[in-house]
């Protein structure tokens, strides 16, 4: 059964700092997506990484994967209020069912001035 | 259009009341889902259907009855709800069921009273 772990669950950041967040899983997938959340809204695509050693940036905002480590990155670059929200990872889950994402519990993002 | 369509944006609904949930795209995707999310909490695969097929129901009780009546529409009834049904209902859309990238609708914010 595929596990996402995503870490921190709680992030508060100043303005114009750095800081990673992590997600792993625990079985084989070559696909990987972020999603942003914002409170009360749907979840909007960030980033799509299909093979290993993707990367993928967006403004202050980068994504890595790396499928023999089962792990993906989120990096932000000199944070701004704009970027407070729940940032999601989800990893495409082959087995059993017909394939599905799984996604971490998400990570809350405040960034303060 | 790369957009998830779904309406309505919110619903009031009593325990004994019928209602619907509308989802609609036009991307040409055959694999369509059925999410619901709680409050600071991932969102949770409830059905999938792929090429108007239901192929996932992850063992949601019957007072959640799916639709899918074409390959650009799928509905959820609701009947016989509880208050903890309460939540933000997503309705998604991806190319093909294969874990491939979803696309997900602004949701319909759910109340049981």
């Known amino acids: 059964e595929l596990k996402v772990e995503q870490n921190p669950l709680f992030l508060s950041m100043q303005e114009g700092k750095n800081y990673t967040i992590y997600c792993n899983y625990s079985?084989?997938?070559?696909?990987l997506y972020w999603y942003r959340q914002d409170p009360g809204k749907s979840l909007e695509s960030l980033f799509v990484?299909?093979?290993?050693?993707a990367v993928k940036q967006e403004g202050r905002l980068m994504a890595s994967l790396d499928t023999k480590a089962r792990l993906s990155t989120l990096h932000i670059t000199a944070a701004v209020h704009d970027l407070s929200a729940t940032y999601f990872c989800a990893v495409a889950n082959y087995g059993g069912s017909q394939g599905n994402l799984i996604f971490g519990k998400g990570t809350k993002l405040s960034v303060k001035p | 259009d790369t957009e998830v369509t779904q309406t309505p944006k919110h619903l009031v609904m009593g325990m004994t009341n019928k209602k619907s949930l509308k989802c609609e795209q036009h991307m040409g995707h055959r694999a369509m889902y059925w999410y619901k999310q709680k409050a600071k909490k991932p969102p949770e695969l409830m059905f999938v259907y792929s090429y108007e097929k239901l192929s996932i129901n992850e063992s949601v009780p019957s007072r959640f009855s799916p639709e899918c009546p074409n390959s650009s529409l799928l509905n959820l009834h609701l009947h016989a709800l509880q208050p903890e049904d309460s939540a933000l209902y997503l309705c998604?859309?991806?190319?093909?069921?294969?874990?491939?990238?979803?696309?997900f609708g602004q949701g319909t914010r759910l109340t049981v009273v």
């Open positions: 990484l299909l093979s290993n050693g």
């Open positions: 998604a859309s991806s190319l093909l069921s294969g874990g491939t990238e979803a696309f």
């Open positions: 079985t084989t997938s070559d696909r």
